[in-house]
């Protein structure tokens, strides 16, 4: 299993309108595409990946929202779709636990330090210092990104209390999606012996 | 100058809702994604690329559509917006020169082939069983993307009139935003040397 967490610090806690996911939503967009890179092949999903939203903004933060591949529906890769199922799943009375909302889509209250006691694995933490992803090997991966804020200092001090690697993707930085379109790219490589 | 060519062979040629990217415009959602990949790092435009979209759906096909990024503006990452640029390019009555509709965002009535032939240049073609795009060189390049539904007979025609080379991003069939990022990344990669 392949299980990535970003982090939306704006990102509202409420049901909001599917029409302005930027602005409103609270860069809502920015986690939507995260959902499209971390999930979609070109005529299937990755089945074998997990991942976990934290939604940060106003009214009721924080907020957990983990998407299945091996069980997800009812999604197509446009920002809409997947912001539909996560609003779906904020008009949920989310609890300590997790409730599905949607086939493959669950929430839960919590915040990162929460998720991270529960998955408990080693970090693979993205940022743009880190050591080049190539020549990395991947094992049951667990990668953290941050939204257009980064992540900030009390965060990496709750990634810091797990077994971690810092790694980058390249040379400039780019958008959180992005970064995952390339993890997968290596991912499958290594995969296929390529 | 790098150059991205995407077919989107559903894309309508009129004035869309944006509240229905994937159906009712045409599966435009493709495009306004590969805009974005093409165009976008973490805060800051990638200035020496151009998009180019074909569109070739309905009512009025085919039309081109070019995003430049030394001049774009009121462009941010999110669908809609690309999405929003795109639609006010159609409100345009297209000729068969470039119109510019917003700035650095230009229409014209065209097709695939016309395209080429102004651009005039040696073409890389992205096809599942290319060549690696690992140790590959690119000057100047100019890249062509199908959108889900490939790239037609007809079109892989005219793609050989010219010098051409079919390259791979990787061991898997990915969406071609996704292929657009992988490329990108290689680029970075060879002009800082790592």
Not at 14 to 26: E, V, W
Not at 110 to 126: A, C, H, M, W
Not at 162 to 178: Q, R, W
Request: hydrophobic share 40%; proline share 5%; charged share 30%.
């Amino acid at each position: 299993m392949k299980d990535f967490i970003i982090i939306g610090h704006k990102a509202v806690t409420a049901p909001f309108s599917l029409n302005d996911l930027p602005g409103a939503a609270g860069r809502m967009d920015i986690l939507c595409r995260c959902v499209n890179a971390a999930l979609f092949l070109s005529h299937d999903l990755r089945r074998d990946v997990r991942v976990y939203l934290v939604l940060k903004g106003e009214p009721a933060p924080p907020k957990l929202i983990c998407f299945n591949g091996a069980e997800v529906r009812y999604l197509s890769p446009d920002e809409r779709s997947a912001a539909s199922l996560i609003k779906k799943a904020l008009e949920k009375n989310a609890q300590d636990f997790w409730t599905e909302s949607m086939p493959g889509v669950s929430i839960r209250k919590g915040e990162l330090g929460d998720l991270l006691s529960e998955l408990n694995r080693k970090i693979t933490y993205l940022r743009e210092d880190g050591e080049d992803v190539r020549g990395k090997s991947f094992e049951e991966p667990l990668f953290v990104l941050g939204d257009h804020l980064g992540v900030t200092d009390d965060e990496e001090k709750l990634i810091e209390a797990y077994k971690n690697e810092i790694v980058s993707v390249g040379p400039i930085s780019l958008h959180a999606d992005h970064c995952i379109v390339i993890l997968h790219n290596e991912m499958d490589r290594l995969e296929k012996h390529i």
